[in-house]
């Protein structure tokens, strides 16, 4: 018997088969990876770049998940011993930040049965990112020449 499923795991007609299928799938894979980061913006050293205000957090087992709004998009997670917090160290909702992303990331979510057990794929996981001080004075955080703009108590640009 198995020497039967030796030689069909052996013949040829199976080893290409598997390798069409992997292939396949592999390169689906990609395009179903790159369309979700069709709104991010990568700079020349890969690096997702994100800035903008705050618009949803969410507590996950392996960070704190975060939704950046305009003027440049993204959907990333802070992890604690990845992530580097700058400026202000003031990560809530409502304020402007300004930072970059390892490619890809997870949020592995606690309010599952068992705990931390379900995960759903980020856009990246953030390396280095700065915050304002109390928030943007105009209600949204401003693009001025390439930089995000605060407007918080410092009136300093990051």
């Known amino acids: 018997m198995f020497q039967k499923i030796k030689k069909v795991m052996r013949s040829k007609v199976f080893l290409l088969s598997f390798?069409?299928?992997l292939s396949a799938s592999m390169i689906a894979g990609a395009f179903v990876y790159k369309t979700r980061i069709v709104n991010?913006?990568?700079?020349?050293?890969g690096m997702l770049i994100f800035g903008g205000r705050i618009?949803?957090?969410?507590?996950c087992c392996n960070g704190l998940r975060l939704q950046i709004g305009p003027p440049v998009e993204a959907d990333v997670i802070f992890?604690?011993?990845i992530s580097q917090l700058y400026m202000w160290w003031n990560l809530t909702m409502g304020q402007c930040v300004l930072g970059d992303a390892y490619p890809f990331g997870v949020c592995v979510s606690p309010f599952s049965w068992p705990p931390c057990t379900r995960s759903e794929t980020v856009d990246g996981t953030i390396r280095?990112?700065?915050?304002?001080?109390t928030g943007p004075l105009s209600?949204?955080?401003q693009r001025s020449g390439g930089l995000v703009?605060?407007?918080g108590y410092s009136?300093?640009?990051f």
């Open 19 to 21: 390798s069409l299928i």
């Open 155 to 157: 009136g300093t640009s």
């Open 149 to 151: 703009e605060g407007g």
């Open 40 to 45: 991010a913006t990568i700079g020349s050293n």
């Open 55 to 59: 618009q949803m957090m969410q507590l």
């Open 79 to 81: 992890t604690w011993p």
């Open 139 to 141: 209600g949204t955080c």
């Open 128 to 133: 280095q990112v700065g915050t304002t001080l």
